[in-house]
């Protein structure tokens, strides 16, 4: 079964330097979100593309992260400057597009684990 | 903006014991649609089942069912017969959108003893 790709699996950084992660989704997928799951909590959604466009970002702390998915495809989430409280898993989910009584399921990579030192 | 509230934080049982997980969700919206992942140890999240608002029937798929009622705002998941390899964070998602805005709840962890 086809998967999202993630990378790193995990990543240590000290605070104040930039960190960028990568998300490649399921073939044919036009649907890209991040998620930001921090330890005992549920994923939080960051951002959702359709296709290269951004669907939502409201809850994007648009200050010190920035995301992109230029050619629709591919996808990178940068923090710069790291911080202390960004420390968690960073997943990538992505989906087929969905129809009115047929709502796709999200199918979620294994996640970037952050370490903000 | 929709909710989604697990209760249930922690939940032990006895492998072959029943468990039901409890979901209970706020929305405005009158179409809506919900999820139930499963995050194992390994840490990818797994699609389980989904439900639309608009189909309030409930069903049986091998171990695990689910009981959706609107009046209550409640999309409870049960496994039947649980085994040790059930054991996993459990997560209700809500989305109120066909744009698919997926929203969690917190999660509840279950642990399942031989």
């Known amino acids: 079964e086809a998967e999202v790709a993630q990378s790193p699996r995990y990543k240590i950084t000290e605070k104040s330097q930039a960190v960028a992660f990568w998300c490649d989704p399921i073939?044919?997928?036009?649907?890209l979100y991040w998620y930001r799951q921090i330890l005992g909590q549920g994923p939080e959604l960051l951002v959702q593309?359709?296709?290269?466009?951004?669907?939502?970002d409201s809850q994007l702390p648009k200050d010190r992260f920035s995301a992109e998915r230029l050619k629709g495809v591919d996808s990178t989430l940068k923090i710069q400057p790291a911080e202390l409280g960004d420390s968690a898993m960073y997943l990538c989910?992505?989906?087929?597009?969905?129809?009115?009584?047929?709502?796709?399921?999200?199918?979620f990579g294994n996640g970037t684990r952050l370490t903000v030192t | 903006a929709q909710k989604v509230t697990q209760a249930q934080t922690e939940i032990s049982v006895v492998e072959k014991e029943d468990v039901t997980l409890d979901c209970v969700y706020e929305?405005?919206?009158?179409?809506?649609?919900l999820f139930w992942y499963k995050q194992p140890p390994s840490g990818e999240l797994v699609f389980l089942i989904r439900?639309?608002?608009?189909?309030?029937q409930n069903e049986i798929s091998g171990r695990y069912s689910w009981n959706f009622q609107k009046s209550t705002s409640s999309f409870n998941f049960t496994i039947t017969a649980s085994q040790v390899v059930d054991s996993a964070v459990y997560f209700c998602?809500?989305?109120?959108?066909?744009?698919?805005?997926?929203?969690f709840g917190a999660g509840t962890r279950l642990t399942v003893k031989p």
């Open positions: 998602a809500l989305s109120e959108s066909v744009y698919n805005d997926m929203r």
């Open positions: 439900r639309n608002s608009f189909d309030e």
């Open positions: 073939s044919g997928h036009a649907t």
């Open positions: 593309f359709q296709d290269e466009s951004v669907v939502d």
């Open positions: 989910a992505s989906s087929l597009v969905s129809v009115r009584d047929r709502v796709s399921p999200l199918h």
């Open positions: 929305t405005r919206d009158t179409t809506y649609y």
